[in-house]
């Protein structure tokens, strides 16, 4: 089946410190969604991204569809304490709309 | 509105017990669906339903069974519960298909098998 690469695994960085990720894909994806899980809480949608170069922002996040369609890129600025948890990328797979895969996450750390 | 609520937050079993892990939504969406999350491995979905009366298969299905007799309740089985499904259960709800509509998850269900 499809498969998400999400990268880096794990982040450790300075509270203000701007943060990227990224998720890359074999296959094309027509919807890419980020979640972040908040630690003993199930995932929430931060952005939901439909088109091929689109870039739209929720607050310090920024996400971009990329022109391949394969891959995808989460950036947040100006981190605070409060940006830790797990990041997933997502996207519908299987031919269908509803059923999602999901990439491992990328678990991110924020030192005050 | 409570959202996606599942029951129990946590549950230790032994090997071969059974047990449903209950999960009901108040947003009256059509579609449901079952996660599990293995530490590193994001989330893989068992089971979903479209709709009351309508369950299909997931990536990872099998050892768990499935029912949707209402549109609030999905529950998921474990007839004979082994070490491998040691895991953190996620329920989730959509209003219908297509990434635009969210999927809206609980706060998950603990298990672990001794």
Known sequence: GQQLNQSPQSMFIQEGEDVSMNCTSSSIFNTWLWYKQDPGEGPVLLIALYKAGELTSNGRLT???????????????????????IYFCAGPSGGSNYKLTFGKGTLLTVNP | ?????????????????????????DMNHNYMYWYRQDPGMGLKLIYYSVGAGITDKGE???GYNVSRSTTEDFPLRLELAAPSQTSVYFCASSYSSGGNQPQHFGDGTRLSIL
């Open chain 2, 60 to 62: 990872v299905p099998n």
């Open chain 1, 63 to 85: 996400a971009q569809f990329g022109i391949t369609r394969k891959d995808s890129f989460l950036n947040i600025s100006a981190s605070i304490p409060s940006d830790v948890g």
């Open chain 2, 1 to 25: 509105n409570a959202g996606v609520t599942q029951t129990p937050k946590f549950r230790i079993l032994k090997i071969g017990q059974s047990m449903t892990l209950q999960c009901t939504q």
